[in-house]
């Protein structure tokens, strides 16, 4: 008996640790067999050059840089166009714009873009029906209101903030929606200026995290911040910048100073707002949006989220010129030429960070090519959901360099804008061919750069690559499916 006793009290301990263990695996168990949250960043015309991480130098961006230290920052990763509605479209759908319902900023009045018709196939619809509990706080432009194409049309379950993106031209707007309905910000009338858009919707996002529990969810947001207008809040911040950068043009427009022009009017009309200091502002405007990422990444952990989240980072497409934006003076662009609206590369390339514990490597930096229309297919690869045979798409999963595994590229990529008389751009490879002027024949040519040795597309090769051009000129051709809602400017001179 003594014999047995001793035994028992030697093996005592192993048997609780045995049951530990145990219980620590199922709880393993369970997290991996959980479906990840998704947290999608979006913000609006902030450049590749626009963060400390990618080398911004008159500004830091410390919680941003923080999120890339977590996970992995891409280099070499693409917006879907070079301006707002085509590129979230392309983020949506899965497909670039050769292919994507909404393919420019086609305006409706009083309030509200062309529509996605209401058998869009979307990111948002597709994790809805892996049981997310799915919210948008932000700008949206893929549908004005009560529309087939609004967003809670589209598969989010909340929605809070501008349905129309011509109306997210100021901060301090005289209402914003909430599922559709109106919510009147009456501290804004008469131009009182009391209610910035940016805190009150990144509020309503953290009031979201908060009401998540057991089950998945998918949060996206799509910030204005930088887009022009350049105001904000006369707080220390930006009495800071203002120190720092005190010389410089301002930004005026007569409209506000116009009494045909009432408040009401420069709102529906979407008229920027006169700004002394716009390079303060621009720089006050980027700290905001980097504060409201450490706000996400710290509710993330206060709920216990941070374990099973994705987070990505991004940009809807280069920086912008309007409402007395600079983006030289800061070097948004980095080392790219183009700005918004250009198919060159800083038009159209933007930064993207991706951070996943426990799968993306820390620290870690990715050169595959990649756009917003590979979102998509990622997102249904991690959550195991089928796309549709009759919704064709153009993007690739990124989940293998997430992983760190051998990654399959694209063909090429595609981008067409209909601004500036017709413009397209496709990448393959080393190879960037862009060619602007489409309706005027005899003035467009296609430009090829090799991007190994030119990002900034410096010098055009393509008299010493003529069977390159003859590539380019082929995905030129036959990328594209015509468009009746969307007609570019010389299109007929592609085929």
Known sequence: MKLLKSYLFFLFPFLLFGCASSKSNKQKEAKSSKLPNIVYILCDDAGWGDLSCYG??????????????????????YAGSSVCSPSRSTLFTGQHTGHTAVRGNKEVYPEGQHPLSENTFNIAKMLKSKGYTTGMFGKWGLGFPGSEGAPNAQGFDEFFGYNCQRLAHTYYPLYLRHNG?????????????????HAIVHQKALDFLDQQKDEPFFLYLPYTIPHAELLVPNDTTFARFKKLFPQQRGFKDQKNTDPEFSQEKRFIQGVYGDQEYPHAAFATMMTYLDRSVGDIMKKLREKGFDENTIVIFSSDNGPHIEGGADPYFFNSNGPFKGVKRDLYEGGIRVPMIVSWKGVVTEGSTSDHPSAFWDVLPTFAEIVGAEIPQDHNIDGISFLPTLKGKQQKEHEYMYWEFHGGGGRVATRFGKWKGVQYHLNKPEKSKIELYDLSVDAG???????????????????????????????????????
């Open 56 to 77: 911004q130098q008159k500004f830091s961006t410390p919680h941003i840089d923080a999120l890339a230290n977590s996970g992995m920052k891409f280099t070499d990763h």
């Open 457 to 495: 597309e410096e010098k055009d090769v393509s008299a010493q690559y003529p069977e390159i051009v003859e590539k380019v000129k082929t995905i030129f051709a036959t990328a594209r499916e015509r468009s009746e809602d969307f007609k570019m400017p010389g299109e007929q001179y592609l085929k």
């Open 181 to 197: 309905e109106k919510v009147d910000l009456k501290r804004n009338e008469k131009d009182e200026k009391q209610e910035y858009a």
